[in-house]
């Protein structure tokens, strides 16, 4: 049987946090002139001219690596290059809920929120209500909110996610140029984000960046693992910093520079220190430690104090779509996590006093 848990976190077809497309189109040789916008309506499924042109207007279409007008005339061998706003899947529609949202900072193109852990991002197999998307429909009763094209809104504003059990902040476009600018940035890797991980143990090197595919295992479709030869997966970059040691865990600050799902979660292990109490991957096990009874009765009420991944998004930063200005916010580590590395604190005091350190 498969938790709901595990139903959530595998329902993108694309191994990615952020929700774009990248294609290109070549024109024909015999291709007679005409406006972009026109053009680009016949060959990209479901999306509105509208949301071409916002698009165009925020430099996520471009010809022959440079940005153009909606009234641009495309020509014969023109190559034209799009990142778009992901498409959706399934055919349900959206339930508005009244579901309390921690926003932090919103205007009439962004929202800026704080995801608790526990929070499903957007519908899917195990959730089809509940989730973040759910909340988000109720909160924007807003017929300009940018939804991707198709029959649903299942991901309406989103240009990236967080797993369920990882909090944090999230940041929402309310406008299709909002959408399409922040995708491009995201593309780009523009986007600052920065985490805060609790891993076990203590990296061999107190900084460094991962730089190792990371996609579904071929044998096992309900895991990510990563790919040090490249030979599967999608390139994936975590830079990483220790920020405390607590003898047996660490916090770990993680600056991704792509958005992989499961990235830091899969890198961490990768680099032999899985997130604490993470289950997926091994981590609410006893990684590091002795065997004596009484430090596993205090590993045991770490895992209480935290029974979901130590992961936080704590910052976020971008270029505003509009104001044309770099914004970035921070957010406190949720009570969990503060309890948690509170023991664990608590438990390297104790250790150093009674070793006379």
Same mark, same amino acid.
């Given at each position: 049987?498969?938790?709901?848990?595990?139903? @959530?976190?595998?329902?993108?077809?694309?191994?990615?946090?952020?929700?774009? @497309?990248?294609?290109?189109?070549? +024109?024909?040789?015999? /291709?007679?002139p005409i406006r972009i916008d026109k053009f680009l309506i016949d060959?990209?499924?479901?999306?509105?001219?509208?949301?071409?042109? %916002?698009? =165009?207007?925020?430099?996520?279409?471009?010809?022959?690596?440079?940005?153009?007008?909606?009234?641009?005339?495309?020509?014969?061998?023109?190559?034209?290059?799009?990142?778009?706003?992901?498409?959706?899947?399934?055919?349900? %529609?959206?339930?508005? /809920? $009244?579901?309390?949202? *921690?926003?932090?900072?919103?205007?009439?193109?962004? =929202?800026?929120?704080?995801?608790?852990?526990?929070?499903?991002?957007?519908?899917?197999?195990?959730?089809?209500?509940?989730?973040?998307? $759910?909340?988000?429909?109720?909160?924007?009763?807003?017929?300009?909110?940018?939804?991707?094209?198709? *029959?649903?809104?299942?991901? %309406? #504003?989103?240009?990236?996610?967080?797993?369920?059990?990882?909090?944090?902040?999230?940041?929402? %476009?309310?406008?299709?140029?909002?959408?399409?600018?922040?995708?491009? /940035?995201?593309?780009?890797?523009? =986007?600052?984000?920065k985490y805060h991980a609790l891993v076990w143990g203590e990296p061999?090197?107190?900084?460094?960046? =991962?730089? &190792?595919?990371? !996609?579904?295992?071929? *044998?096992?479709?309900?895991?990510?693992?990563?790919?040090?030869?490249?030979? $599967?997966?999608?390139?994936?970059?975590?830079?990483?910093?220790?920020? @405390?040691?607590?003898?047996?865990?660490?916090? &770990?600050? +993680?600056?991704?520079?792509?958005?992989?799902?499961? /990235?830091?979660?899969?890198?961490?292990?990768?680099?032999?220190?899985?997130?604490?109490?993470?289950?997926?991957?091994?981590?609410?096990?006893?990684?590091? !430690?002795?065997?004596?009874?009484?430090?596993?009765?205090?590993?045991?009420? +770490?895992?209480?104090?935290?029974?979901?991944? #130590?992961?936080?998004?704590?910052?976020?930063?971008?270029?505003?779509?509009?104001? @044309?200005?770099?914004?970035?916010?921070?957010?406190?580590?949720?009570?969990?996590?503060?309890?948690?590395i509170s023991l664990w604190n608590k438990y390297l005091s104790e250790?150093?006093?009674?070793?006379?350190?």
């Amino acid at each position: 049987m498969v938790e709901d848990n595990a139903l @959530e976190e595998f329902t993108d077809a694309e191994i990615s946090e952020e929700f774009f @497309e990248h294609f290109t189109i070549i +024109c024909d040789a015999k /291709q007679s002139p005409i406006r972009i916008d026109k053009f680009l309506i016949d060959r990209v499924e479901r999306i509105s001219r509208n949301k071409l042109q %916002a698009a =165009i207007r925020a430099g996520s279409i471009t010809v022959n690596n440079k940005t153009v007008k909606s009234n641009f005339k495309v020509k014969p061998g023109n190559v034209i290059s799009l990142i778009l706003p992901d498409p959706p899947r399934g055919d349900d %529609a959206v339930v508005p /809920q $009244n579901i309390p949202l *921690n926003i932090v900072y919103e205007d009439e193109d962004v =929202i800026v929120l704080n995801k608790p852990a526990g929070m499903v991002v957007h519908p899917g197999i195990g959730n089809h209500d509940g989730t973040l998307v $759910n909340a988000l429909a109720y909160y924007l009763q807003n017929p300009n909110l940018p939804v991707k094209e198709g *029959n649903n809104n299942d991901r %309406a #504003g989103l240009v990236h996610r967080i797993d369920k059990d990882t909090s944090g902040l999230m940041l929402v %476009a309310k406008t299709d140029y909002a959408m399409a600018h922040l995708s491009k /940035q995201f593309f780009d890797h523009t =986007i600052e984000r920065k985490y805060h991980a609790l891993v076990w143990g203590e990296p061999a090197e107190k900084e460094g960046t =991962i730089d &190792v595919n990371v !996609g579904r295992n071929p *044998n096992d479709h309900m895991d990510i693992t990563a790919f040090p030869d490249g030979s $599967n997966g999608k390139n994936a970059i975590t830079h990483y910093k220790v920020l @405390e040691t607590y003898y047996y865990v660490s916090l &770990v600050e +993680c600056k991704l520079e792509t958005g992989r799902t499961h /990235q830091i979660r899969v890198h961490m292990k990768y680099i032999g220190n899985t997130l604490f109490s993470d289950k997926r991957y091994g981590g609410e096990k006893i990684l590091k !430690g002795t065997l004596f009874s009484k430090y596993k009765f205090f590993a045991e009420k +770490c895992f209480q104090a935290l029974p979901r991944q #130590g992961l936080h998004a704590k910052t976020i930063g971008f270029m505003h779509p509009t104001k @044309e200005e770099w914004m970035q916010f921070d957010s406190e580590l949720p009570d969990d996590m503060k309890s948690c590395i509170s023991l664990w604190n608590k438990y390297l005091s104790e250790r150093k006093t009674a070793l006379n350190l």
